[in-house]
């Protein structure tokens, strides 16, 4: 069964400092990995995706993350964040070869920013 | 293209009622996955329709049912409400070309007194 760690419930970091979120996943096969962003009071948008292909992946808003197999982590960065990155972002899975099986979700990191 | 899209957005109902909720899914998404976070649990997965049919389910208790229309809208349904049911549910529709990649709606805040 896969799973997915997000070893941090909660990260304070100061404006235009860099910041790593982690993730690790748990799966005995080749899975897709995912970055959403949950802004208060609002549904989850995607950050960025890692399906094949380069380990480095780009995403929107200054975000990326890099699949690492060997360690089995997905970790979130970006070199200098700003008051607006404030909010909770979750880490998710899903299999590669059963599409029509779920996707499995962190349980969330919140990022605080810090004046 | 207009985004998936949830309605009601709150909504507050005593222990006891019913409430069924609406998800439109972007248009061609055949897929639409519902979710229950609060903020103990997290996000919880409750089930997944593809062409009307519920293909996966999470383990919720059967208070809680769906379903899909042919024009791949959905509905949830949670009956004999709790107050543990308050939560935000999340509605999230894939599509065919990227059918690994969730899409979500903004929620409906669900308040049970």
């Known amino acids: 069964a896969q799973s997915v760690t997000q070893l941090d419930s909660q990260v304070p970091v100061f404006e235009e400092a860099p910041v790593e979120l982690r993730c690790n996943y748990s799966?005995?096969?080749?899975?897709?990995l995912f970055w959403y962003v949950q802004y208060p009071n609002q549904g989850l948008q995607l950050l960025l995706k890692?399906?094949?292909?380069?380990?480095l992946v780009k995403g929107i808003n200054g975000f990326e993350a890099e699949f690492n197999k060997s360690q089995t982590s997905f970790h979130l960065r970006k070199p200098s964040v700003h008051i607006s990155d404030t909010a909770e972002y979750f880490c998710?899975?899903?299999?590669?070869?059963?599409?029509?099986?779920?996707?499995?979700f962190g349980k969330g990191t919140r990022l605080h920013i810090l004046p | 293209k207009a985004g998936v899209t949830q309605t009601p957005r709150y909504l507050i109902k005593t222990r006891g009622q019913q409430v069924t909720l609406s998800c439109s899914p972007i248009?061609?998404?055949?897929?639409v996955s519902w979710y229950q976070q609060t903020p103990g649990q997290g996000l919880q997965f409750l089930f997944e329709?593809?062409?009307?049919?519920?293909?996966n389910k999470g383990n919720f208790p059967g208070r809680f049912s769906g379903r899909q229309f042919s024009n791949s809208r959905s509905e949830m349904n949670v009956s004999t409400l709790e107050l543990g049911d308050s939560a935000l549910y999340l509605c999230?529709?894939?599509?065919?070309?990227?059918?690994?990649?969730?899409?979500f709606g903004p929620g409906t805040r669900l308040l049970v007194l």
């Open positions: 999230a529709s894939s599509g065919v070309l990227d059918q690994e990649t969730q899409y």
């Open positions: 799966s005995s096969v080749s899975v897709y």
């Open positions: 890692y399906l094949s292909g380069s380990t």
């Open positions: 998710a899975v899903s299999m590669v070869m059963n599409r029509d099986d779920k996707i499995i």
């Open positions: 248009s061609g998404h055949r897929s």
């Open positions: 329709y593809f062409s009307e049919t519920q293909r």
